[in-house]
T-cell receptor, first 108, second 116 residues
Framework: KNEVEQSPQNLTAQEGEFITINCSYS?????LHWLQQHPGGGIVSLFM???GKKKHGRLIATINIQEKHSSLHITASHPRDSAVYIC??????????FGTGTSLTVIP | DAGVIQSPRHEVTEMGQEVTLRCKPI?????LFWYRQTMMRGLELLIY????????DSGMPEDRFSAKMPNASFSTLKIQPSEPRDSAVYFC??????????????FGPGTRLTVL
């Protein structure tokens, strides 16, 4: 069983749609990261959060510690948002657990 | 700022050869991370350093892997001897951390390693 589960694995959306990617984890965490990996392979750290909600532009990340669940939302999606989104949980022992990623394709 | 710099970007070598991957973190950052990404296993953390000191190397797969950080501006990941199953993309990332891997990380472009 994976410590971090992401859903969906693949997602196709029309430009402008509101998108939600989910991440559930089974370990006690100190922090949770959301990463974006572009088709060319480069990785960008989007958010690091340990509680509540963070917003950056059209991206919003939320976390519910009690439910061990985090979501990444993209409002007004755009083709340039097409990428693989990875969540990573960091437990209290500083160990990383990675989800397998959600591949998002936004169609114009 | 040049960001995290990794070299080489691509490496093709034969099984049994020694491979050295290099990373220059962002100036002023005090934490450095080495990751490996494969299709089968996804992204994995191999080791991370805080203030040049290895904090957690539990992700290093075998004794064939070793990592060093001789100073704040340079780190190496060495594989000796290399095996075909080591073929992967190796990422280096750095952050300005205050006592744990809880801060935003900046990733390098990765080194794509192919072991024949």
């Amino acid at each position: 069983k994976n410590e971090v589960e992401q859903s969906p694995q693949n997602l196709t959306a029309q430009e402008g749609e509101f998108i939600t990617i989910n991440c559930s984890y089974s370990v006690g965490i100190s922090a949770l990261h959301w990463l974006q990996q572009h088709p060319g392979g480069g990785i960008v750290s989007l958010f690091m959060l340990s509680s509540g909600k963070k917003k950056h532009g059209r991206l919003i990340a939320t976390i519910n510690i009690q439910e061990k669940h985090s979501s990444l939302h993209i409002t007004a999606s755009h083709p340039r948002d097409s990428a693989v989104y990875i969540c990573a949980a960091v437990n209290t022992g500083n160990q990383f657990y990675f989800g397998t990623g959600t591949s998002l394709t936004v169609i114009p | 700022d040049a960001g995290v710099i990794q070299s080489p970007r691509h490496e093709v070598t034969e099984m049994g050869q020694e491979v050295t991957l290099r990373c220059k973190p962002i100036s002023g950052h005090n934490s450095l991370f080495w990751y490996r990404q494969t299709m089968m296993r996804g992204l994995e953390l191999l080791i991370y350093f805080n203030n040049n000191v290895p904090i957690d190397d539990s992700g290093m797969p075998e004794d064939r892997f070793s990592a060093k950080m001789p100073n704040a501006s340079f780190s190496t990941l060495k594989i000796q001897p290399s095996e075909p199953r080591d073929s992967a993309v190796y990422f280096c990332a750095s952050s300005l951390a205050t006592g744990g891997p809880y801060n935003e990380q900046f990733f390098g472009p990765g080194t794509r390693l192919t072991v024949l």
